[in-house]
């Protein structure tokens, strides 16, 4: 693990300025798992709790095992091709380093490295730290803590709308009686008398 680390860290792959924004809305999210984890089931509840208007696109790929680095790498770059992305989630559940070591590996990190889109890991449980974390634009501790960094909470989006648009009628309804004030007093400089109707609607408000 420390020669890996320290080799890429060497290369500038961990580094800051090479990290990429993770977008505030993101309209489809990638996923990169295996499909019959519990982390990919932790991962679609949140997202359909958190904000059910992204669409999940699924790029299955083996998690451990021979041939999982290759799997995890050709996902990436499936996602990568279809071109309408907004960020990826590389995800797994916990287990042994043994067992977390696809996401070690060297070709996995330089996928992550090169992926044109946004990648968020989520690989273990946060004690695990594994090459993927370093590399990736956004750690999270757990697969599920991954969606959630993905993902807009819809109930504070609604919450804040509400909120705006209640402010925003306080502040254009004070607007408008101050010009009214302002179009009664110019009136009355002039040494016009106020049409009727006008007289009318405003006694009807005190």
Same mark, same amino acid.
């Given at each position: 693990?420390?020669?890996?680390?320290?080799?890429?860290?060497?290369?500038?792959?961990?580094?800051?300025?090479?990290?990429?924004?993770?977008?505030?809305?993101?309209?489809?999210?990638?996923?990169?798992?295996?499909?019959?984890?519990?982390?990919?089931?932790?991962?679609?509840?949140?997202?359909?709790?958190?904000?059910?208007?992204?669409?999940?696109?699924?790029?299955?790929?083996?998690?451990?095992?021979?041939?999982?680095?290759?799997?995890?790498?050709?996902?990436?770059?499936? /996602?990568? !091709? *279809?071109?309408? @992305?907004?960020?990826?989630?590389?995800?797994?559940?916990?287990?042994? $380093?043994?067992? %977390? &070591?696809?996401?070690?590996?060297?070709v996995v990190a330089r996928a992550i490295f090169n992926s044109k889109i946004p990648v968020i890991s989520g690989v273990g449980h946060e004690v695990d730290i594994t090459i993927a974390d370093y590399v990736a634009d956004l750690r999270a501790p757990t697969p599920s803590v991954a969606m959630e960094l993905a993902t807009p909470d819809v109930?504070?989006?609604?919450?804040?709308?509400?909120?705006? /648009?209640? !402010? *925003?009628?306080? @502040?254009?309804?004070?607007?408008?009686?101050?010009?009214?004030?302002? $179009?009664?007093? %110019? &009136?009355?400089?002039?040494?016009?008398?106020?049409?009727?109707?006008?007289?009318?609607?405003?006694?009807?408000?005190?």
């Amino acid at each position: 693990f420390e020669p890996i680390k320290k080799k890429l860290n060497t290369k500038g792959l961990f580094k800051e300025n090479f990290k990429k924004p993770i977008p505030a809305f993101p309209e489809r999210i990638g996923i990169v798992t295996a499909i019959d984890g519990a982390a990919f089931r932790d991962m679609v509840s949140v997202a359909g709790r958190r904000y059910p208007l992204a669409e999940l696109v699924i790029a299955p790929a083996r998690v451990q095992g021979s041939g999982a680095a290759e799997s995890i790498v050709n996902s990436i770059k499936i /996602l990568n !091709k *279809s071109g309408n @992305i907004d960020v990826i989630i590389l995800g797994r559940g916990g287990g042994s $380093i043994e067992d %977390l &070591w696809a996401f070690n590996e060297e070709v996995v990190a330089r996928a992550i490295f090169n992926s044109k889109i946004p990648v968020i890991s989520g690989v273990g449980h946060e004690v695990d730290i594994t090459i993927a974390d370093y590399v990736a634009d956004l750690r999270a501790p757990t697969p599920s803590v991954a969606m959630e960094l993905a993902t807009p909470d819809v109930v504070e989006i609604n919450n804040f709308i509400n909120e705006f /648009l209640t !402010k *925003s009628s306080r @502040i254009i309804n004070a607007y408008i009686e101050e010009k009214k004030e302002d $179009i009664f007093s %110019l &009136w009355g400089s002039y040494g016009f008398r106020m049409p009727i109707d006008i007289v009318n609607r405003k006694s009807q408000q005190i």
